[in-house]
């Protein structure tokens, strides 16, 4: 009785609100916390006789996730980009600053953020002594007796387990063709294309750890290795590759940050006259991205449109 | 955003007619507008947001001064917009029982 009162305190509900706001664009934060609380403040206050206090009013506030999420993929942009392609005395002001946009929007924060998430996740495995067995098997007293005794035997429990895992990362790659297309799209050959493929494998490269150590983890968290741990292992890395996919795919080939200002064009009842789809900027300037909205045999895929020198009017700041 | 391609009878869904037509009852407020309809509060904010997207409806900030003298904090107040009041007229032919649902005579005209 007394955890639930807990649970159902005005406390933890300002508590869901707060961590609610932090999946709101920074700028959006305060007025959208304000309008919460607010509307907290009056839940509270109704004379509803039918409307229980905690609990209710805690779901209620579990409903600010949805609209923190909503907002934070669905928020205008600081500065109304594309609306100033009609006007060709206007120039494209500032990019927005990664603060502004998604965490993730920047290639090198990106890759610090898996980073950060592959060592969080070896420190945590170090902390779990069947995880930690796995990865730093223990020295036997006896070791140099044993490997001459036995060449092959040693610590082959520990060594088929992580095999198992490394084995499962490759089944997720099987699997993962169910759930999304593995094309990455039709990017013209441009001087940059390396780049593009080496982002790609260093995220792949950083995702391997932490679907492996994380799978371990989960596995782990008992007395001994549990196979329902390892099962979630799998749909781990299924998870994680289609991110690594869809991300990769929303990037600019050349400055790989993610893009901007989606466009919904045309109408999917008009398939055969003209393409629908979604058009999206690079807002340094780079290029568009059209996604077809219902895949035809002659637009199957994404495709990439470089822009020539002749937009740098409209993007002072174009930079790599 | 609202463009010249977009018609007061595009389709809405039964629970984004709810909520316009709870707004033009005269629940002019987020709370209200969840007390009236009985949906959600993952479904009624992100709803009204939309819809201001899409400039269906206004929203604005109460003053202070008037929520200072009542005591209270000041709310956010939303507003349909004549785009909204067209949207919802065809949500009306569309879902007759709309209007049942939610009779805008219960509620005094802000």
């Known amino acids: ?320 | 955003m609202y463009n010249f391609f977009m018609a007061p009878s595009q389709k809405l869904s039964h629970t984004a007619a709810m909520i316009l037509q709870a707004l033009y009852a005269g629940y002019i407020y987020g709370f209200g507008v969840m007390e009236a309809t009985g949906l959600p509060s993952g479904t009624v904010y992100p709803a009204l947001r939309r819809m201001e997207r899409d400039e269906m409806i206004r929203s604005h900030w109460e003053k202070q001064s008037v929520a200072d003298e009542a005591q209270r904090p000041p709310r956010k107040y939303y507003k349909l917009t004549s785009f909204g009041k067209a949207t919802l007229e065809a949500s009306q032919k569309r879902y007759p029982l709309l209007i049942r649902l939610i009779p805008s005579e219960e509620v005094g005209r802000p």
């Open chain 1, 1 to 320: 009785m007394r955890i639930s009162g807990l649970i159902h305190s005005a406390l933890v509900q300002r508590t869901i609100l707060r961590t609610a706001a932090l999946l709101v664009p920074a700028r959006l934060r305060e007025e959208w916390l304000s309008e919460w609380r607010t509307e907290l403040w009056y839940a509270w206050r109704s004379e509803r006789e039918h409307w229980p206090r905690g609990k209710e009013m805690t779901a209620f506030c579990l409903g600010a996730f949805r609209d923190a999420v909503w907002l934070r993929r669905n928020a205008p942009l600081p500065r109304a980009y594309g609306s100033l392609l009609i006007d060709t005395r206007q120039q494209f002001p500032d990019p927005p600053s990664a603060e502004e946009g998604r965490l993730l929007e920047s290639p090198a924060r990106c890759l610090v953020f898996l980073a950060l998430v592959a060592s969080a996740n070896l420190a945590i495995a170090s902390l779990l002594p069947t995880a930690h067995n796995v990865i730093v098997p223990p020295l036997h007293p006896d070791a140099r007796t044993l490997a001459m005794l036995a060449p092959y035997g040693g610590n082959h429990a520990q060594r088929d387990l992580l095999l198992n895992l490394l084995t499962l990362f490759g089944v997720a790659w099987l699997i993962v063709p169910a759930t999304t297309s593995l094309s990455l799209g039709d990017y013209p050959r441009n001087p940059y294309w390396f780049r593009r493929w080496a982002f790609f494998a260093a995220k792949i490269a950083l995702l391997l750890p932490i679907t492996t150590l994380g799978a371990l983890n989960l596995a782990s968290i008992g007395s001994s290795i549990s196979p329902l741990g390892m099962q979630a292992g799998l749909w781990i890395g299924v998870m994680t590759l289609r991110w690594a996919l869809l991300d990769q795919r929303c990037r600019c080939p050349v400055c790989l940050r993610t893009l901007a200002s989606p466009v919904q064009i045309g109408q999917s009842s008009r398939i055969f006259l003209e393409w629908n789809g979604t058009e999206l900027l690079c807002l340094r300037g780079h290029g568009l991205l059209h996604v077809p909205g219902t895949p035809a045999i002659w637009f199957s895929q994404q495709r990439w449109l470089y822009f020539g020198p002749s937009w740098s009017g409209l993007f002072p700041h174009r930079r790599l």
